[in-house]
């Protein structure tokens, strides 16, 4: 059995962003395994762990720096890596049509998927497209938002949770992708044994041209970038406790309309 | 006209804030002026707030010890003054000093047998007892995941350690500021916040006063630089201070981590605070039964010196802004990982970035000045959070003695400790003195 894990690059949601140019982001921040796909990363190392023969191979479009956060995937109980870099792409990094071409023609010409797991998003675009493109590309089922998962014989049954309140199971037929949600698990983070282990676990570098693919027809590029707003605006609401709360649920309810 | 006082006091983080509490209860009307919203909210709130004995000299041991004194009676201390925050709490975890080639600890030792610390030698058996996750071979000497021989399997043990009962952190450093300034308020102290010091007054050799960042002009014949890492910047505003010292503080950035206990290890309950200089770091309990993963400057590790503005202002780049670096949460978790092999270590950094007033040689300096009526409580280096009550004390005194004729550059200033009765000589934190090459030269003081 072979799983595929698709894991990206990105920043630490906890960095401080500042746009370069108004094209990009600088990147002298500290990158990390998107946090959704540590969730797909435990899940594959589980299934794997129950399943004699089992190999969980992590993918990786990205910089050379991206060998990092293999790295870290290979900790978490990847056997092994494969980065698809994308050094020398003077069009920038590509969008999820040439991310999904990528991943489906390095995954095609390295094995036969038996599942393939992603995160439900990456937090740095929350594009959502990628996972739906690349099963578009291996014409295989897909599923997002997954929260529980099993395999049953030649299918999978993933429990989705859909708008908020409900939540489906779907039978899909094996090899499939699935998006992993915050409620599938756990993350299991590596612990010193585990680092020690991944060190000597292989990464295989592949350049964008060395890819057997069809170059999407279209593509998407950012014309403009802006940091978003995000000043805060203490208030300090006074007078008695009582008071205080009623305006306290009045904001909340009129103004960030979150009750 | 000028608002007038007896002292003003630079800065309300854990050092001063106690300064002005014990000046007011001798008789001084005093102002506290700080840049910040509210008591320590600067350096302060990003202290470890640990509170243990071992020191590299027999003072910062005695110090140590007297300090530990205040937190267990800090209701007294504060004279029972009510805080609508609450108040701070001591957690008496203990504290094991692990023997090792990266503290001194045979002086250590002998440090505790002359001041009377209570401790205990546990041998590896019994800190395998107390603390199971541990794996207690020699990881010595310390070094970063960058370095291929990090990764080395060890073949020696160590030695065991030292257990000091008494010992633990304070488990909010803001709140206990807070709790000071409410009780220097109860006996008349005043605090002034948004308030950023533009000028030093002086004429004649002697303070005036402060000019605030808004024209504010307050008067006051005695001036404490208690500003935490922006104390260079305050004494450079001071005619002839900074020239005056042989002793220079500066601001040096530092990484604290969190990262989880490993499952099933209640640490939270059941750990102690410990120093580990075999791999250069020290932990203790943080709530949600993480690891509080502090470092002990190993000399390994790239020391980061930066302006404070600058800093809190999150500029100067990575590994000089107020951002922590992947780099150094790998190296000090993977550090602790060797130590704690069931540790997991979270992909995404966890933790607080924070700056420690660094003196030269790592000690303070709590001292006078060659400006008359301007006094420097600085350069605590990381270390001197537990020591505050105590600094507090000796420093009004020190304050009280020069102001009525003592000349303390000449007949150094004693001290009498309140609980433990030992005597300090305070010129040993003299501004002129000579680099103390006793000193641990590190976060341990």
């Known amino acids: ?259 | 006209m000028s608002k007038q006082y007896d002292a003003i006091i630079i800065g309300a983080g854990i050092i001063g804030a106690p300064i002005a509490y014990e000046l007011t209860r001798m008789g001084y009307k005093t102002l506290s002026v700080d840049k910040l919203a509210d008591a320590g909210e600067g350096s302060t709130a990003g202290s470890c707030a640990i509170v243990r004995a071992h020191y590299s000299t027999e003072d910062g041991v005695a110090m140590a010890y007297e300090g530990f004194k205040y937190w267990l009676d800090w209701e007294n201390y504060l004279d029972h003054v009510e805080d609508e925050k609450g108040l701070a709490k001591y957690m008496n975890t203990g504290s094991l000093l692990i023997k090792s080639q990266g503290h001194k600890w045979r002086d250590v030792q002998k440090h505790y047998d002359a001041v009377g610390v209570q401790y205990e030698e546990w041998d590896n058996d019994k800190i395998l007892k107390e603390i199971p996750v541990l794996d207690l071979h020699e990881f010595w000497p310390v070094k970063r995941p960058e370095d291929p021989t990090f990764f080395d399997e060890p073949s020696k043990m160590l030695e065991g350690g030292i257990f000091c009962p008494e010992g633990g952190y304070v488990n909010d450093p803001t709140l206990s500021t807070h709790n000071v300034m409410r009780a220097a308020e109860a006996k008349g102290a005043e605090f002034q916040f948004n308030a950023e010091v533009a000028k030093i007054r002086s004429a004649d050799g002697k303070v005036q006063g402060i000019t605030l960042t808004d024209g504010t002009e307050i008067d006051a014949p005695v001036v404490v630089n208690c500003a935490g890492p922006h104390s260079f910047k305050i004494n450079q505003l001071a005619e002839g201070v900074w020239e005056g010292c042989n002793i220079k503080t500066k601001a040096l950035r530092h990484e604290v981590m969190y990262c989880p206990a490993p499952e099933g290890y209640d640490y939270l309950n059941d750990g102690y605070h410990q120093s580990d200089g075999d791999i250069g770091c020290y932990v203790r309990p943080e709530v949600g039964n993480l690891y509080l993963i502090g470092s002990e400057d190993p000399d390994c590790d790239p020391q980061e010196w930066v302006d404070p503005d600058e800093f809190y202002a999150g500029k100067g780049g990575h590994g000089r802004d107020n951002q922590l670096t992947d780099e150094q949460w790998k190296a000090q978790c993977y550090r602790l990982g060797r130590r704690v092999p069931t540790l997991q270590v979270p992909n995404q950094p966890n933790g607080v970035v924070d700056l420690y007033d660094c003196s030269d040689d790592w000690i303070p300096v709590y001292d006078k000045s060659d400006l008359g009526g301007f006094y420097m409580a600085i350069g605590t280096s990381g270390n001197q959070y537990k020591n505050a009550p105590v600094v507090g004390r000796m420093m009004a005194e020190l304050i009280d003695a020069c102001e009525k004729g003592l000349d303390h550059d000449a007949e150094p200033f004693q001290y009498k400790m309140k609980y433990t009765g030992r005597m300090v000589d305070v010129g040993f934190y003299s501004r002129r003195r000579e680099i103390n090459y006793n000193s641990s030269f590190s976060v341990n003081g």
């Open chain 1, 1 to 259: 059995m072979k799983i595929y894990v698709c894991v990206k690059h990105v920043p630490d949601s906890a960095a401080t962003i500042t746009v370069v140019d108004a094209k990009a982001i600088d990147t002298g921040i500290t990158f990390l395994v998107n946090p959704y796909d540590e969730h797909a990363l435990t899940e594959a190392a589980m299934i794997a762990g129950q399943t004699d023969g089992a190999e969980v191979i992590a993918v990786c479009v990205g910089p050379p720096s991206a060998a990092n956060t293999l790295r870290s995937a290979l900790a978490m109980g990847s056997d092994r890596g494969i980065l698809v870099s994308t050094e020398g792409e003077t069009a920038g990094l590509p969008d999820s049509m040439a991310t999904a071409r990528a991943l489906a023609a390095v995954i095609t010409a390295d094995g036969q998927p038996d599942l393939i797991l992603t995160g439900k998003e990456g937090i740095d675009t929350e594009g959502m497209q990628t996972m739906f493109r690349l099963a578009q590309q291996l014409d295989m089922p897909a599923a997002t938002n997954v929260t529980a998962l099993e395999l049953a014989g030649d299918h999978v049954l993933a429990t989705c949770e859909k708008e908020p309140g409900t939540r489906e199971v779907l039978q899909l037929t094996r090899p499939c992708v699935l998006a992993a949600g915050k409620g599938l698990n756990t993350p299991k983070y590596p612990t010193f044994p585990d680092i020690v282990k991944a060190r000597k676990k292989t990464i295989n570098t592949i350049t964008w041209e060395q890819l057997d693919m069809v170059p999407a027809a279209g593509g998407i590029e950012i014309e403009h970038l802006e940091p978003a707003d995000e000043a805060r605006r203490p208030k300090a609401l006074e007078g008695d406790a009582a008071s205080v709360a009623a305006e306290l649920v009045r904001i909340l309810r009129e103004e960030a309309k979150v009750l």
